[in-house]
T-cell receptor
Framework: DAGVIQSPRHEVTEMGQEVTLRCKPI?????LFWYRQTMMRGLELLIY????????DSGMPEDRFSAKMPNASFSTLKIQPSEPRDSAVYFC???????????FGSGTQLSVL | AQSVTQPDIHITVSEGASLELRCNYS??????LFWYVQSPGQGLQLLLK??????LVQGIKGFEAEFKRSQSSFNLRKPSVHWSVAAEYFC???????????????FGKGTHLIIQP
């Protein structure tokens, strides 16, 4: 089992640029979560999907952030335009079913200069 | 709204000594509680969880945690630590999902565990 796969591992970009983070959940998992981790705010849930449908996006900080899950094996988190305060580690996690054990990817370290 | 407080940002423990990491939660109903561990550069891994039943739960790597409703606490313990457990530890609380299990986890800010030789 390959686990949850995130790409890229590191992203460095300039303020104003569009950033796209990618996630491939574990095969057969029906729920997918995007988290953001910073020193100040800890680990925050941004959005989660169940069967490719967004269930709760109340954690998405503002309209610059958007997430999609076009199919069961792929999700993206997009930031447009990016700002320095978006710098963080973004984690994707999946679970077999809603309410189940979370499996985390290794994260994407985003730096916006 | 649910919330989790981990009062200790850093904890330093000597190798071989016992460990207790504190976690306090706020939740209006029966909480579902979790402890996760994060090694440097890695995602989070589940150590243990409490849903119901016995208030002392056993997890992986020799960890245990005790749910105390009267104190709104779910402290993590290990009787003797090895240098390999140095990591970041996160407590989390979730809401009951009608289909089973916990939904929408809220995490604490973490406790950084340092092991002294």
């Amino acid at each position: 089992d390959a686990g949850v796969i995130q790409s890229p591992r590191h992203e460095v970009t300039e303020m104003g640029q569009e950033v796209t983070l990618r996630c491939k959940p574990i095969s057969g998992h029906n729920s997918l979560f995007w988290y953001r981790q910073t020193m100040m705010r800890g680990l925050e849930l941004l959005i989660y999907f169940n069967n490719n449908v967004p269930i709760d996006d109340s954690g998405m900080p503002e309209d610059r952030f958007s997430a999609k899950m076009p199919n069961a094996s792929f999700s993206t988190l997009k930031i447009q335009p990016s700002e320095p305060r978006d710098s963080a580690v973004y984690f994707c996690a999946s679970s077999l079913a809603r309410g189940g054990k979370l499996f985390f990817g290794s994260g994407t370290q985003l730096s916006v200069l | 709204a649910q919330s989790v407080t981990q009062p200790d940002i850093h904890i330093t423990v000597s190798e071989g000594a016992s460990l207790e990491l504190r976690c306090n939660y706020s939740y209006g109903a029966t909480p579902y509680l979790f402890w996760y561990v994060q090694s440097p550069g890695q995602g989070l891994q589940l150590l243990l969880k409490y849903f119901s039943g016995d208030t002392l739960v056993q997890g992986i790597k020799g960890f245990e945690a005790e749910f105390k409703r009267s104190q709104s606490s779910f402290n993590l313990r290990k009787p003797s630590v090895h240098w390999s457990v140095a990591a970041e530890y996160f407590c989390a609380v979730g809401a009951l999902y009608s289909g089973g299990g916990a939904d929408g986890l809220t995490f604490g800010k973490g406790t950084h565990l340092i092991i002294q030789p």
